[in-house]
């Protein structure tokens, strides 16, 4: 869901690429899903296959292209904040909550899908030196940078443009320069920066999802077919190109509104999980052998429940349906298939019998 919401903004900034260096766009048929004026994403379903051809041959080349678009995309932000600052407004941040705390928190909800390329930084931990002292660094250090950019951006977005504006506004940032500049280079380097820098955010969450599915075949919850690996490239082929075409598809007919509520949705589902697993596992499984350590425990796991449950709350009601019907058919799957062949489960039963 994640990869799908992000492909499909790639192509709001390809047009907006396209328009400003060769005067051309792709029409909105072909460039936007059903329910946003089109007929199908064709961008979207080409920046997947682009991603997922980079990772069948290998994760080093994957990283490397995706290290440079980090960079590609930070400095494309900052010069965007450098630009738009000059146009800064005070009275566009007046009223500063116009839709109260409520809205913030609705607001807070959407955008939380954001945060799940921190936990894809923990998908890569088998594929990683010195995980339990890398992992916990890169994640805090990615929150901690990416959170500082988005306010930073989001200031000057904001403060250059009357928010009601950017209501319906496509390749936002790029609309922002264009009017801020009255020319069309400053425009024209942050949509070819956004769509460099979406290409390795496609790229990223492809892997982690690819990763996570090779984990559970591994373990047998999932067919085999999800944990062979191909002995030339030595990637996971046959899960990455399930994941990919089943990325596709939801990008290409899917509307971004309804990805990004679903994908803030089990985002935060995860993390409620993820959290009551802690404490419950401190409790019943004390012994259990731990690669990482939660400080603050148990006040950073309630902590964590709360504010999750309090962001879902925040989240349309249609959002709630469409997530009970994905989790009725994840539970099918489970219950049909992976409680049977699941190593990990067999070997507790095993051990509860004996």
Not at 20 to 49: R, Y
Request: aromatic fraction near 8%.
């Amino acid at each position: 869901m994640a990869t799908s919401a992000v492909a499909v903004g790639w192509g709001q900034y390809l047009n907006a690429l396209l328009g400003d260096t060769v005067g051309w766009q792709l029409p909105e048929a072909l460039s936007a899903p059903p329910g946003d004026g089109g007929i199908v994403n064709v961008p979207s379903v080409v920046l997947v296959a682009l991603c997922c051809t980079l990772l069948i041959r290998g994760t080093r080349e994957s990283a490397l292209v995706n290290a440079i678009t980090v960079f590609i995309k930070i400095a494309v932000l900052l010069l965007f904040c450098a630009v738009a600052f000059t146009a800064f407004e005070s009275t566009n941040l007046h009223p500063f909550t116009p839709a109260g705390v409520g809205g913030i928190g609705a607001a807070a909800s959407t955008i939380f899908f954001s945060y799940i390329g921190m936990d894809i930084v923990s998908t890569g931990a088998e594929e990683v030196r010195n995980p339990r002292r890398t992992m916990p660094l890169a994640i805090i250090a990615s929150i901690l940078i990416v959170t500082t950019v988005y306010i930073l951006v989001a200031l000057a977005g904001v403060g250059a443009q009357p928010a009601g504006e950017f209501q319906g506004q496509e390749a936002g940032l790029a609309a922002i320069l264009s009017k801020v500049t009255s020319a069309g280079w400053p425009a024209a380097v942050l949509a070819a920066g956004g769509v460099v820098s979406i290409f390795g955010v496609t790229l990223a969450t492809l892997y982690g999802q690819t990763r996570v599915l090779f984990s559970m075949g591994r373990d047998g919850m999932l067919p085999e077919t999800f944990h062979k690996v191909s002995p030339r490239t030595g990637t996971p082929v046959r899960n990455t190109l399930i994941v990919s075409t089943f990325v596709a598809v939801l990008a290409a007919v899917v509307p971004l509104d309804t990805l990004a509520d679903l994908t803030s949705m089990g985002t935060l589902v995860a993390f409620t999980v993820v959290s009551i697993g802690v404490m419950v596992l401190r409790r019943t499984r004390p012994d259990l052998e731990r690669g990482f350590k939660v400080p603050g425990y148990p006040v950073v796991p309630a902590l964590s429940v709360a504010a999750c449950l309090y962001l879902i709350w925040g989240l349309p009601l249609e959002t709630d349906v469409m997530f009970a019907i994905w989790l009725v058919l994840a539970l099918v799957v489970y219950f049909t298939y992976s409680i049977r062949h699941s190593r990990v489960g067999r070997e507790e039963a095993s051990a509860a019998n004996s």
